[in-house]
């Protein structure tokens, strides 16, 4: 499947796009993912994204799009995509629409994670990232086995640099004010998918129906 995560920070796109790899082959394509490898290899990338990523405001449109116009090509890809924080501006889903278009494909849904803003500022406070595969844990409901340690891949795990008080309250108000404005976007191309739900199983089995899977 080919499929948007919209939503907040914090409203459960990595957990909901990773259970959804696993179904159909489609493949996870973070953002943030793909910047804070860059930062951690210090690569030129990496150094152009840093103090914004850090303070909690977007990277450059022009940025991203050149990191979404080589992956998207992948061999990886062909079997679908999961886009996970992306697109997160106006530009960037015009942008993204074009790419699309170019390339002859066409998405299944965007999926718009809608969670209370409670919520998420307990799950951002709470949550810790695997630096190495990404994997994500809570130290209150979900803590890897060994303090520190990735289950999955023995990686460090930790809280993010962005996942202050700080930075996730400017997060929060870059979403509403940058991203939000996306579910009226794809309201219009007759592809969003809103769904109110705490739990990713509700949100895969809302995706399911949505797609006849
Ligand atoms: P995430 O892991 O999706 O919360 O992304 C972490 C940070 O990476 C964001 O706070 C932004 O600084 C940057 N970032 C990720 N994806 C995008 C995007 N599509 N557009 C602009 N900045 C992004």
């Known amino acids: 499947m080919k499929l948007i995560l919209l939503g907040a920070p914090g409203a459960g796109k990595g957990t909901v796009a990773k259970l959804l790899t696993k179904m159909d082959g489609s493949v996870q394509i973070s953002t943030g993912d793909i910047l804070r490898a860059a930062v951690a290899a210090g690569t030129e990338l990496g150094k152009q994204a840093e103090a914004a990523m850090k303070a909690g405001d977007l990277v450059s449109d022009e940025l991203i799009m050149g990191i979404m116009r080589d992956r998207l090509k ?3 890809c062909k079997n679908g995509y999961l886009l996970d924080g992306f697109p997160r501006t106006i530009p960037q889903a015009e942008a993204l629409k074009e790419l699309l278009a170019d390339m002859g494909e066409e998405l299944d849904a965007v999926v718009n994670i809608d969670v209370p803003r409670d919520v998420i500022l307990d799950r951002l406070t709470t949550r810790r990232t695997c630096t190495k595969c990404g994997e994500i844990y809570n130290v209150k409901s979900n803590p890897p086995k060994v303090e520190g340690i990735c289950d ?13 008080e ?7 108000d870059v979403y509403n004010e940058k991203t939000a404005p996306l579910a009226g976007f ?15 199983d509700a949100v895969i089995d809302a995706i399911k129906e949505k797609l006849g899977k």
């Open 166 to 172: 700080e930075a996730i309250s400017n997060r929060l």
């Open 74 to 76: 992948e061999d990886d």
């Open 186 to 200: 794809y309201e219009k191309e007759g592809l969003l998918l809103t769904v109110q739900a705490t739990s990713s």
């Open 152 to 164: 999955k891949c023995g990686g460090p795990v930790v809280q993010r640099d962005d996942e202050t």
